[in-house]
């Protein structure tokens, strides 16, 4: 049974949320297997409390009098910190009020305070809008000790009331408890309320503001908005965006259509987003398209929340560049996840503005996510759900006895956002009520938790429940396929995230895989080779740091840590299918930046101890390797997400060796090139343009008049006509890269990524004096014209020019193949192959050439060269299954066909042939059951159907000791 296992440092300060807390030294130690935890611990040591030292009673002015010279005297080893209890009116607080945390506050040598307030009325909705209160305003008195005073001076507060300086303390992130007083606070206005506050954070940030650090994320924050808005402008289409866009006009009229504002949508263009199912059930469900299942791309399974609001608000304010408009958010939203981060980091640090800005700095240059946060509507908005949702937690969970309404908005919102977007948002869910539930027993104290004395665990568990349950209806309630049926429909979709299955082609280490195939360690390299070495250097300083820094690793840490690894652990574990790099765990970065400069914080802390001088030193070492990837991210936009680190070798060293430009960033770029050299240039003249990203091409060609787009592969565009291609580089196997198939001749630009190429333009090649399309009427010839021998003469004089093309020696074999020329055929298929090993028309065709020369060994050979690049490809295993068989070799033949059963049971040849080996091996029992299984493909009943289907089923289950999943081939409803 596989375990992971979490250490969970208990011994924290209390926090206010938990009010009256006991302090305790302990540690959790939790084994997770799958679906179960357990809870051991040590013994609980209850610390020795400390003598309470009688506090100074300070008034207000005579403490902002005397504020700089308090710690004058303060030393690191004292203990109990002296203490200062600072009031305001005429009348100094009554020791009961005060005393009871005077142990608290005097125990804490990284500084603490208490807040003494009012009781509050009742304003919920004030206090969301503002993040206080009357209560918090008309605060009566602050405890704190001289570590906390110089926090503040550290920080270079500045504050003209009490509630300032609470204000202050606050943003220092120092543990803090909260005593409410025996007295009701005086009703205020809202507005007196938004005065008070907002007078309060001018103050702190603009006008009494002389710490540099706050000013520089500040500023910083500015920076990044503009310039990652900025740069939007020129972002690229990513690979999915028009099927999202075209989806997203589907929930946009379930909710518009009622109100008669609907947005245009018609049959074409859910066709031309391989939505069949849906173009067909358009003209009869009409809005209501969008609570059915789209079974052709399972876009039902997305909540889709941001394509839905930006194209809802795109329609309304009539954009003409939807993509741009939907660009533009998508870079606010990243550059809400980076804000977000940097909050978590300051929060993890102490309140550090220093660890803030250059967090800031350090994730707004991370080039996969800066280059995802251009375009990428899933995983860029779902990442700001997550890293809200825990920022927030942690504010909400250290908050005073009653949780604030605004962190309370700010938990459920940030969750909701991240189930909007996907159902897997739930996992925000379950990460906050953990981390509820370790602050629980940081209140209660481990041997009550232990001893089942959970005081106050219900009005906890139903404040939690009540929480998750906000944010799970807020989250589907712009789902219209999750809200049909809220229980049922979300875990379907639930379900099916878990047990996703495509096959695409990816290149990883030097070789091209069926994505579903990819190593398991696919996720863990990518991060190690993708991951700035700033970052990287951070967490392996953690992870050397932790042991002697045990007693700093609290539970705000864990969370952080929890958040990294739990769900990139969790992919390997299920086993769950992943491809394009670390898309889809790219929500787990701002964690692990947080963990990275955790680790810098305890390195900090040390060399400050050594010299005072060096404090801070190491985040300039920081900026510094921050420098070649925002270098990167710069020189290489809109293709910056391509970005490998200097442990890979750069991008340049990962050529060849792992995907590019797998979300077609490059075809922008590369269109614009076209367009301003040559179409612009040439507005008289009509201009063909083909390529496999054809509705990227043509939307960046909309407004060009002379520009007709179509769609080619990049290996069939010799049989077509056209003037000039545009590729991009993803899907290619490494002997391609390297073999000059790719780019290929005819290249005239090229969009250059750290000197290797990401994107091409290719101008025709012509081969023949008289301007003739030598290749284009070759192959017409050979295809329709079955003139070989002329087909044969263009191809020829073709490949002189352009002689690194499989296509054009495909081509070739099969026309020496219908002259009865097998030797040429043979030969120019196997060229085919030197530049392309897996190109399956090629191996197929060479497969025949050896059995029609009875060169069966050679024919298996090359099956079996297919078989290891496209294990997935059935028709591989048939032919070479037939090989062995015409060769006499039932046994061998048998072994093919099993292992075809499991690829792919539902084709009928492979029963025929394994019906034909057994009857060569006399076996009649299974003679008669394979027979009864190839019948599906000939069946005229569905008596006879259904019997083949059972064989099958039969067959499946002794070759692969599993039942045939009949509902994933359409067998049953």
Request: contains cysteine.
């Amino acid at each position: 049974m596989a375990y992971f296992v979490i250490f969970a440092n208990t011994n924290c300060i209390p926090t206010p949320f938990f009010h009256n807390s006991q302090t305790f030294n302990s540690k959790i130690l939790v084994g997770l297997p799958i679906g179960m935890a357990k809870s051991v611990s040590n013994a609980h040591q209850t610390a020795s409390p400390a003598t309470p030292s009688a506090a100074t009673l300070l008034s207000f002015e005579a403490f902002q009098q005397s504020f700089s010279t308090l710690v004058a005297h303060r030393t690191e080893a004292q203990s109990p910190a002296p203490c200062y209890l600072i009031y305001t009116g005429n009348q100094s607080p009554k020791p009961s009020e005060y005393q009871s945390h005077e142990s608290f506050v005097a125990n804490s040598s990284a500084g603490a305070y208490v807040v003494g307030k009012p009781k509050p009325a009742k304003s919920a909705i004030q206090e969301a809008l503002t993040g206080f209160n009357e209560s918090d305003i008309q605060c009566k008195w602050i405890l704190l000790n001289t570590s906390a005073i110089a926090k503040l001076q550290s920080d270079k507060a500045q504050f003209n009331t009490l509630f300032e300086l609470a204000y202050s303390l606050e943003k220092s992130n120092l543990p803090t408890q909260l005593a409410e007083l025996n007295v009701n606070s005086t009703p205020t206005s809202l507005s007196a309320l938004l005065k008070i506050r907002w007078t309060a954070a001018i103050n702190y940030y603009i006008k009494a503001n002389k710490n540099i650090h706050r000013w520089a994320f500040m500023l910083l924050s500015v920076f990044a908005v503009i310039f990652m808005t900025q740069m939007s402008k020129t972002a690229s289409i990513s690979g999915d965006e028009f099927t999202q866009y075209t989806y997203s006009k589907l929930i946009a009229n379930y909710y518009l259509d009622p109100v008669g504002m609907a947005i245009p949508i018609d049959t074409n263009e859910l066709k031309g987003q391989r939505m069949p199912t849906l173009a067909k059930a358009l003209p009869e469900m009409g809005s209501d398209l969008a609570t059915i299942k789209d079974p052709d791309r399972i876009m039902h399974v997305y909540g889709s929340s941001f394509d839905t609001f930006t194209t809802i608000l795109g329609h309304w304010m009539g954009t003409e560049d939807p993509m741009g408009f939907r660009h533009w958010w998508n870079a606010i939203f990243g550059f809400l996840a980076i804000f977000y981060t940097a909050l978590v980091v300051k929060f993890l640090t102490k309140g550090s503005w220093l660890y803030a800005w250059v967090s800031l700095i350090v994730m707004l240059f991370m080039p996969r996510f800066f280059g995802e946060a251009m375009n990428n509507p899933k995983d860029v908005p779902f990442a700001l759900g997550y890293i809200m949702s825990l920022y927030y937690a942690l504010k909400l969970f250290k908050s005073g006895s009653k949780p604030a309404w605004n962190n309370i908005v700010g938990l459920v919102f940030g969750t909701a956002l991240g189930i909007s977007v996907r159902i897997g948002g739930l996992l925000s869910v379950a990460i906050f009520i953990m981390y509820a539930g370790l602050k629980y027993i940081e209140k209660i104290g481990l041997p009550a938790f232990l001893s089942f004395k959970w005081k106050g665990f219900s009005s906890t568990a139903i404040f939690l429940v009540a929480l998750g349950l906000a944010a799970y209806i807020l989250g589907i309630v712009v789902w219209p396929y999750g809200w049909t049926d809220p229980i049922n429909n979300p875990l379907e979709s639930l379900k099916e995230f878990t047990n996703y299955s495509v096959s695409l082609r990816q290149l990883f280490e030097g070789k091209l895989y069926d994505s579903d195939l990819l190593p398991l360690y696919y996720l863990r390299k990518y991060l190690i080779i993708t991951t700035p070495l700033a970052v990287m250097f951070g967490i392996g300083l953690f992870a050397m740091l932790l042991y002697p820094n045990r007693k700093q690793f609290n539970n705000e840490i864990f969370l952080i840590l929890f958040a990294a690894i739990f769900p990139v652990v969790y992919i390997y574990i299920q086993k769950s299918q992943v491809y394009g790099g670390i898309r889809q765990i790219l929500f787990t970065l701002p964690c692990f930046v947080g963990i990275a400069f955790v680790g810098y914080h305890w390195l900090d802390a040390y060399l400050s101890k050594i010299n005072v001088k060096l404090k801070g030193a190491i985040l300039g070492l920081v900026l510094l390797g921050t420098a070649l990837p925002a270098k990167f991210v710069l020189a290489n936009h809109p293709v910056s997400y391509s970005y490998f680190n200097e442990l890979q070798g750069g991008t340049k060293a990962a050529y060849g060796e792992y995907e590019m430009d797998y979300y077609l960033a490059s075809l922008r770029p590369a269109t614009e090139w076209f367009l301003k050299n040559v179409a612009e240039k040439n507005p008289n003249k009509q201009y063909e343009v083909l390529s496999y990203g054809m509705d990227h091409v043509k939307y960046y060609c909309r407004n060009q008049k002379n520009v007709h787009v179509g769609y080619t592969r990049f290996d069939d565009r010799s049989a077509k006509k056209w003037d000039y291609c545009i590729f991009y580089n993803a899907y290619f196997d490494k002997s391609r890269l390297n073999s000059g198939e790719f780019p290929p001749k005819g290249t005239v630009y090229q969009q250059m990524v750290d000197g290797v190429p990401a994107g091409i333009v290719i101008e025709r090649p012509i081969s023949s004096p008289d301007g003739s399309l030598d290749d284009y009427e070759g192959i017409k010839a050979i295809e329709k014209d079955t003139a070989f021998a002329r087909g044969i003469d263009l191809l020829k004089r073709y490949a002189q020019a352009d002689p690194n093309r499989s296509e054009i020696h495909f081509y070739l074999s099969t026309a020496y193949a219908n002259l009865g020329q097998l030797d040429d055929a043979i030969r120019s298929a196997e060229t085919a192959r030197k530049y392309y090993p897996e190109h399956s028309r090629s191996c197929f065709a060479l497969h025949q050439y050896y059995v029609s020369k009875k060169e069966y060994d050679k024919a298996i050979q090359v099956m079996s060269e297919f078989i290891v690049s496209r294990p997935r490809d059935g028709e591989g295993y048939v032919m070479k299954a037939q090989a062995q068989l015409m060769k006499g070799d039932a046994v061998s033949g048998l072994n093919t066909l099993q292992e075809a059963v499991a690829v792919n049971p539902m084709d009928y040849r492979v029963y025929g042939l394994g019906a034909q080996a057994y009857q060569m091996r006399k076996d009649v029992t299974n003679y008669n059951l394979w027979v009864q299984a190839a019948q599906i493909g000939t069946a005229k009943t569905q008596i006879d159907f259904q019997m083949g289907v059972e064989a099958i089923m039969t067959i499946f289950e002794s070759i692969t000791g599993t039942p045939l999943d009949t509902k994933k081939y359409g067998l049953e409803n």
